[in-house]
């Protein structure tokens, strides 16, 4: 089982970057999936949530109306679309996968992780 992370790169202030997260080994359309991210001497933080149908989201107010999490279940991937970007965006990203069906805000609600895309944002 495993979640592939991908898209993140360097960045200028303002830019746009396009995360996916492949999930392989078995499906995640019965999860609700979630990015989460870390940035250097902090802890780790969701940034936006999706339900398993997709058809609910939460997003952390720092990203809120810049970033939108979506979900293809026909192909068992998540996407994260981050608009805007500023220099206080870069971190490690990381998609996970939730036991449950519904968002969760709680990282140990999560069973399963992927490795991390670092996302740099410079000014």
């Known amino acids: 089982v495993q979640l592939q992370a991908s898209g993140g790169g360097l960045v200028q202030a303002g830019g746009s970057l396009r995360l996916s997260c492949a999930a392989s080994g078995r499906t995640f359309i019965w999860n609700g999936m979630g990015w989460f991210r870390q940035a250097p001497g902090k802890q780790r933080e969701l940034v936006a949530a999706?339900?398993?149908?997709?058809?609910?989201?939460v997003y952390a107010d720092s990203v809120k109306g810049r970033f939108t999490i979506s979900r293809d279940n026909a192909k068992n991937t998540v996407y994260l679309q981050m608009n805007s970007l500023k220099p206080e965006d870069t971190a490690v990203y990381y998609c996970a996968a939730n036991q449950y069906s519904s968002v969760s805000y709680v990282d140990k609600d999560y069973n399963y992780w992927g490795q991390g895309t670092l996302v740099t944002v410079s000014s």
């Open positions: 999706i339900t398993s149908g997709g058809d609910s989201t």
